[in-house]
């Protein structure tokens, strides 16, 4: 994921920039997501946008919706619905299957990305090491 920021929004929203960067030109996009800050973010406004730590993401967006003149559409689709199964009967069985598999897809990719805690420990713990050294230089 490129950027300082690895978070869950901004993997979700880069998603959406992979997807526009492979469409033809005109095609017809529409994303059903269960990330309530991105749809939010989405409807605030390119002013709102461009104050957010994703801005980089979200100027890419808007720009390739632009200029591949996208017809694209971004619908929140509840997550868990099993949780709270009232509000799911909202969404279509579609949108929600689609999204459970999109979460067991993520999950899957995610743990080719782990890194054993014996690989990580040193580098955290020298990290914090050294800030904690800068900080009493200072």
């Known amino acids: 994921l490129p950027g300082e920021y690895q978070t869950v929004p901004r993997s979700e929203l880069y998603c959406y920039v992979v997807l526009l960067r492979n469409v033809v030109v005109s095609a017809v996009i529409t ?17 709102f ?29 509840m ?7 009232e509000k799911a009967m909202a969404f279509s069985d579609l949108a929600l299957t689609l999204n459970a598999a999109a979460d067991i897809l993520a999950d899957r990719a995610a ?18 090491l050294v800030k904690r ?6």
């Open 49 to 77: 946008r461009l104050t957010t730590v994703n801005s980089d993401l979200w100027r890419e967006l808007f720009g390739l919706i632009e200029s591949k003149k996208v017809d694209f559409v971004l619908r929140y689709v």
């Open 111 to 128: 743990s080719y990305c782990e890194l054993d805690m014996n690989v990580t420990a040193g580098p955290v713990y020298f990290t914090k």
């Open 31 to 47: 994303i059903n997501s269960d990330s309530e800050v991105n749809i939010l973010n989405y409807h605030k406004g390119e002013i």
């Open 133 to 138: 050294t800068q900080r009493r230089l200072i």
């Open 79 to 85: 997550a868990h619905p099993e949780k709270k199964t």
